[in-house]
């Protein structure tokens, strides 16, 4: 079978991604081919290609598609071909049609489109475990989460939401802070015009947050540390201006005994039973409708570079798809 799929000689800025036509070998043991119908695109493909992650070379990139099942390999039981399927953290999505493990697929269900589980999965998959397993949200918990208008912000909004906990979310500018409002945010932080800590204190009562997520890490740590209540728990879960520096023991103390985590979603999903888990919770939302997922942005496979532009700029909200 003829595919196209990006290739990475280098890593660095975006023109290092190349298009390539290959031929695609019948899967191996316990593989299956995808023909891939939506790839989603993820901060995550940022830090692959410019180095932030190094990878061995050459390499491809993207780690999440949805797609339909078109040929399965020795051993493999409970895929068929037909079968619309999705998967989250396989290196290699950005391709017209790929073969990989079977046992990292799951199956889109009727009732949810490709496109949206291509949007979604990872990201849903993340909030997910951080709110179910790295601090378990519960409702009338005032929770703290950054980004608030990017792909997995907008889905960890709805879902606490969902959770019954007070969402406040922190964002850039008049416009996103807007459209929180109908994200499930009980409150907007305007990140480029407010003090978040002091506007944290004020939403709690001078009690602060039990919970900080926060993906923006340099350029918002301190201001997450100051907004936590006693015992709280820092969750940093992304770095999208920057890694956070070490922060010394001492800074914790200070600060009400805090909890500090960097969890990563390979590390919490390495049981089947978890994905499982993760999977259903975001397609029982999908379904009910209690989260929705705005596919705000699509590019066509070729114009991956603009894309990739467009997320590093904060200039996107919502998720972000790619056409094979
Ligand atoms: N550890 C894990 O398991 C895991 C899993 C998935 C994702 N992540 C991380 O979660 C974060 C969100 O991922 P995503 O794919 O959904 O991306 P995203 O949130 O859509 O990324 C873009 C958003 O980042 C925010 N941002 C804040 N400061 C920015 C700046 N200086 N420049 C650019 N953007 C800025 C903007 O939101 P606002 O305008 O609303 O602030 C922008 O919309 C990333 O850091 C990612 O690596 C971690």
């Given amino acids: 079978m003829q595919a196209t799929r990006i290739i990475m000689k280098a890593q660095g800025g975006p023109?290092?991604?190349e298009m390539e036509e290959i031929t695609l070998?019948?899967?191996?043991?316990?593989?299956?081919?995808?023909?891939?119908?939506?790839?989603?695109?993820?901060f995550l493909d940022l830090y692959q290609r410019s180095g932030a992650i190094p990878l061995p070379l050459p390499s491809p990139l993207g780690m999440e598609a949805a797609g339909k099942v078109v040929a399965v390999g020795e051993g493999v039981t409970d895929l068929t071909v037909g079968d619309r399927v999705a998967y989250a953290g396989v290196l290699g999505s950005y391709a017209t049609a790929r073969n990989a493990p079977a046992a990292r697929m799951v199956k889109i269900p009727d009732g949810v489109s490709g496109e949206v589980v291509a949007a979604s999965l990872l990201k849903g998959l993340t909030v997910s475990y951080l709110m179910g397993r790295t601090y378990k949200v519960k409702a009338g918990d005032p929770v703290l989460?950054?980004?608030?208008?990017?792909?997995?912000g907008q889905i960890?909004?709805?879902?606490?939401?969902d959770l019954g906990a007070t969402m406040?979310?922190?964002?850039?500018?008049?416009?996103?802070?807007?459209?929180?409002?109908?994200?499930?945010?009980?409150?907007?932080?305007d990140r480029t015009t407010e003090d978040v800590a002091a506007r944290v204190r004020e939403?709690?009562?001078?009690?602060?947050?039990?919970?900080?997520?926060?993906?923006?890490?340099a350029a918002s740590y301190e201001a997450s540390l100051?907004?936590?209540?006693?015992?709280?728990?820092?969750?940093?879960?992304?770095?999208?201006?920057?890694?956070?520096?070490?922060?010394?023991?001492?800074?914790?103390?200070?600060?009400?005994?805090?909890?500090?985590?960097?969890?990563?979603?390979?590390?919490?999903?390495?049981?089947?039973?978890?994905?499982?888990?993760?999977?259903?919770?975001?397609?029982?939302?999908?379904?009910?409708?209690?989260?929705?997922?705005?596919?705000n942005h699509r590019w066509p496979l070729s114009?991956?570079?603009?894309?990739?532009?467009?997320?590093?700029?904060?200039?996107?909200?919502?998720?972000?798809?790619?056409?094979?």
């Avoid at 991956?304 to 790619?322: E, K, N, P, Y």
């Fill in 226 to 295: 100051d907004c936590l209540a006693p015992l709280g728990m820092f969750v940093s879960f992304g770095a999208t201006t920057g890694p956070v520096p070490p922060i010394p023991a001492g800074v914790l103390q200070a600060k009400g005994s805090l909890f500090f985590t960097r969890p990563t979603l390979v590390d919490y999903m390495r049981a089947r039973s978890d994905l499982d888990h993760a999977a259903s919770e975001l397609f029982d939302r999908l379904l009910a409708g209690t989260v929705r997922v705005n596919v």
């Fill in 156 to 161: 960890a909004g709805q879902w606490g939401a």
């Fill in 168 to 189: 406040i979310g922190v964002t850039g500018g008049a416009e996103n802070c807007a459209l929180l409002r109908d994200l499930g945010y009980a409150y907007a932080i």
């Fill in 15 to 17: 023109e290092v991604m």
């Fill in 145 to 152: 989460f950054w980004a608030a208008s990017g792909g997995v």
């Fill in 203 to 217: 939403i709690t009562d001078g009690k602060g947050v039990p919970v900080v997520y926060d993906s923006v890490g």
């Fill in 303 to 324: 114009e991956m570079a603009d894309a990739h532009i467009a997320l590093q700029s904060g200039r996107t909200t919502g998720s972000t798809v790619l056409f094979p």
């Fill in 25 to 42: 070998p019948p899967p191996g043991p316990g593989e299956v081919t995808l023909e891939q119908t939506a790839i989603g695109l993820n």
